[in-house]
């Protein structure tokens, strides 16, 4: 049956909410009562009898979703453990010795945040606290350190296969390759579409190339000049800092980072080479079982380093650890009603509809991955919520690509650089919040110093979409991250003479 201009409801009215409600599990809970209630010519009874029985059982009785849940589970887990350990801190506090110019100081607060790959929200009150009093201390400005801690926050973690993020994204792509019939691997694809994360790749560099190049320009460079010409010092004993505001425990070491993650990945390394991975195909079965037995095993080391270094007792330790598993609630129910609206989405025929009126004005297929990237954009910014806005957009970029021939890699990766620019200009964002209160700068002055950097990235990326839409090379990258070389230098010389 042809549903027309109705199958456009379910989306739309989980963008609306989104934006009106701030809330991603209401969106997600209204577009797919919306579908149900198309599907039930109306009858709100049996909307919700279907919605329940037809979707939400079917979803969590599949063995793939199931696999995901328990999975995500385990990583809440353990991600918990390892923020509330003091290990990141401990470690960075190691690094404290060799730290003493602003180019050090930048470059091993980009470090920290790329060594808490593992969790997008822990960057900010793990890295913030320990590296707060250092940037201080050496006239670093505060909005510098919240936009490190945002640029290497979800960017870095939407870059990871088996972490939360990429266990969610892999959910949301496998969830589209069924409704389409698709033999094709989520975790390939995965893997396929980094290249094409234009914007995340961009956010990470820029720090550096900032830091080295000593270019930074617009509100940044003024917000750097106001703490350069200031008398703030700051001469608080950096070890004991975090400790006063809770963010880490005085007897940890950097050991309880390292070896917990180190055992994730020979776990993974151990039960999945002898099938071949790296190097070939895995089942996804198989994958899922490694990462989640892999986690549990860096979960119980983190557990005996605690224990032997008298950081907290095992009744305490344990209770972490279940807690940061119910954590996780809220990302599983996510996970339920997003599937369940792309299944309502693929049997209303939503993607179908919109990709025939595309024909039918004869729009050009190599500008369908920017076309993704702004929509994406736009959710994103006006929800605050990237993970919301994957949810959304996954169910129109896959059926889309798949219908006029663009690569699925392209299509995923400008719906992550999407939900990520626009989370990362949008003010009431959680990374971006949680951001500038690690580093206790004002919020307002995070956003306004990080826009321009993000703005700058965001269109170098569009522009980049369309280059890759036409000529579907991974080499895009290679020309973004140039054009953003040359566009620092260009802007700090035109600001230079200005002044």
């Known amino acids: 049956m042809n549903y027309g201009w109705l199958s456009l409801l379910p989306p739309i009215i989980a963008v609306v909410m989104a934006i009106k409600s701030k809330n991603v599990i209401l969106s997600l809970f209204c577009g797919g009562f919306a579908g149900t209630m198309i599907f039930c010519a109306g009858n709100p009874f049996l909307s919700v009898k279907s919605m329940i029985g037809d979707y939400f059982f079917v979803q969590l009785t599949d063995s793939y979703n199931a696999g995901v849940l328990v999975l995500v589970i385990f990583i809440g887990g353990f991600i918990k453990l390892m923020e509330k350990s003091g290990g990141a801190q401990a470690f960075s506090k190691f690094v404290y010795r060799f730290v003493n110019t602003k180019l050090k100081a930048q470059m091993c607060a980009w470090a920290g945040g790329i060594l808490i790959f593992f969790s997008d929200l822990g960057t900010p009150l793990l890295v913030g606290p320990v590296f707060r009093p250092l940037f201080d201390k050496l006239k670093i400005s ?83 000049e106001r703490t350069t010409e200031s008398d703030f010092f700051c001469d608080d004993n950096l070890g004991e800092q975090g400790e006063e505001k809770g963010y880490s425990i005085r007897n940890a070491r950097p050991m309880m980072v390292i070896l917990p993650i180190a055992v994730v990945f020979v776990t993974l390394f151990v039960t999945l080479a002898p099938l071949g991975f790296p190097f070939q195909k895995v089942d996804g079965n198989e994958f899922r079982v490694a990462l989640t037995m892999g986690y549990f095993f860096g979960a119980l080391v983190l557990m005996v380093l605690i224990r032997i270094y008298k950081v907290q007792c095992f009744r305490d330790t344990f209770k972490i650890y279940v807690d940061g598993m119910k954590g996780m609630t809220d990302v599983a129910v996510t996970l339920v009603l997003a599937w ?71 299509a995923v990766g400008a719906v992550l650089s999407g939900g990520l620019f626009g989370d990362h200009c949008s003010p009431i964002s959680d ?11 004002d919020l307002v002055a995070h956003v306004r110093t990080q826009l321009p950097y993000a703005a700058v990235n965001g269109v170098i990326a569009f522009l980049a979409y369309i280059f890759a839409g036409y000529t579907k090379s991974p080499l895009t990258v290679v020309l973004a991250v140039a054009a953003l070389t040359g566009v620092v230098f260009v802007w700090n010389r035109r600001e230079s003479r200005t002044k």
């Open 340 to 410: 369940s609206l792309g299944s309502m989405i693929s049997a209303l025929g939503t993607a179908d509809f919109i990709v025939n009126g595309m024909k039918a004005v004869n729009f050009s297929p190599g500008l369908i991955p920017a076309v993704i990237f702004l929509f994406g954009t736009f959710v994103s910014f006006s929800t605050g919520s990237s993970w919301g806005t994957f949810a959304i957009m996954m169910p129109l970029a896959v059926p889309m690509a798949h219908a006029f021939s663009i690569p699925y890699a392209i």
């Open 431 to 441: 990374t971006t919040i949680l951001s500038s209160t690690g580093a206790e700068c």
């Open 142 to 224: 505060r909005e510098k350190l919240a936009w490190i801690l945002d640029s290497t926050s979800s960017p870095v973690a939407i870059l990871i296969p088996f972490i939360g993020w990429g266990v969610y994204i892999m959910g949301l792509i496998q969830a589209e390759f069924d409704n389409l019939s698709i033999t094709r691997s989520d975790y390939t694809t995965f893997v396929e579409a980094i290249p094409f994360q234009i914007y995340a790749i961009l956010a990470i560099i820029m720090i550096p190339l900032i830091a080295f190049t000593k270019k930074d320009f617009s509100q940044m460079r003024r917000a750097e």
